[in-house]
């Protein structure tokens, strides 16, 4: 099991599935939804903010809703596994608003794995011959795409938790 540097009671794995679930949620809704009164409450979460165990809030949005129905997964293999072209690429990556999440990997026959959403496949289609095989180093591009989301959650599983 991997080092935990932070011991967490009851009440802090209770303020962190709250907030993975709703984190919305009012500093009094969430002291009662934890049994706590809310500056304990606002204590905790401070200090768990202090911690860095919580980045930051943010609000989830519907991916369908806002007319991005494609989403692809692809796999991206590089010429040369140098440091500055690795580094090239990731900083490029970071710019293109349709790159939600981005993976370094090893395993595969690919270096990277990027997550994206478009609103169809004409939108991929210039994503990827507009930005992504103009990215100096690309050398190999293979991509999925996802017919249904299964399991699509932000939440981290809390269960491995060292408790104190």
Same mark, same amino acid.
């Given at each position: 099991?991997?080092?935990?540097?932070? &011991? %967490?009671?009851?009440?802090?794995?209770? $303020?962190? +599935? !709250?907030?993975?679930? *709703?984190?919305?949620?009012?500093? #009094?809704? @969430?002291?009662?939804?934890?049994?706590?009164?809310?500056?304990?409450?606002?204590?905790?979460?401070? &200090? %768990?903010?202090?911690?860095?165990?919580? $980045?930051? +809030? !943010?609000?989830?949005? *519907?991916?369908?809703?806002?007319? #991005?129905? @494609?989403?692809?997964?692809?796999?991206?293999?590089?010429?040369?596994?140098?440091?500055?072209?690795?580094?090239?690429?990731?900083?490029?990556?970071?710019?293109?608003?349709?790159?939600?999440?981005?993976?370094?990997?090893?395993?595969?026959?690919?270096?990277?794995?990027?997550?994206?959403?478009?609103?169809?496949?004409?939108?991929?289609?210039?994503?990827?011959?507009?930005?992504?095989?103009?990215?100096?180093?690309?050398?190999?591009?293979?991509?999925?795409?996802?017919?249904?989301?299964?399991?699509?959650?932000?939440?981290?599983?809390?269960?491995?938790?060292?408790?104190?």
């Amino acid at each position: 099991m991997a080092n935990q540097p932070h &011991k %967490l009671d009851r009440y802090d794995r209770q $303020l962190l +599935r !709250a907030l993975q679930e *709703d984190g919305g949620l009012t500093n #009094l809704q @969430l002291a009662e939804r934890v049994g706590l009164s809310p500056s304990p409450c606002s204590r905790r979460v401070q &200090k %768990l903010e202090d911690a860095g165990i919580i $980045l930051r +809030r !943010a609000a989830l949005l *519907d991916q369908k809703a806002l007319g #991005l129905d @494609l989403t692809a997964i692809i796999q991206i293999s590089m010429d040369r596994h140098t440091p500055e072209r690795f580094e090239h690429f990731e900083n490029t990556v970071r710019g293109f608003e349709e790159v939600q999440q981005c993976y370094l990997v090893t395993g595969q026959d690919a270096d990277y794995l990027l997550k994206v959403a478009v609103p169809d496949m004409d939108a991929y289609q210039q994503f990827l011959l507009n930005k992504v095989t103009r990215i100096e180093g690309v050398s190999g591009v293979h991509s999925s795409f996802v017919m249904r989301k299964v399991v699509d959650t932000t939440a981290l599983p809390l269960g491995y938790l060292a408790q104190s």
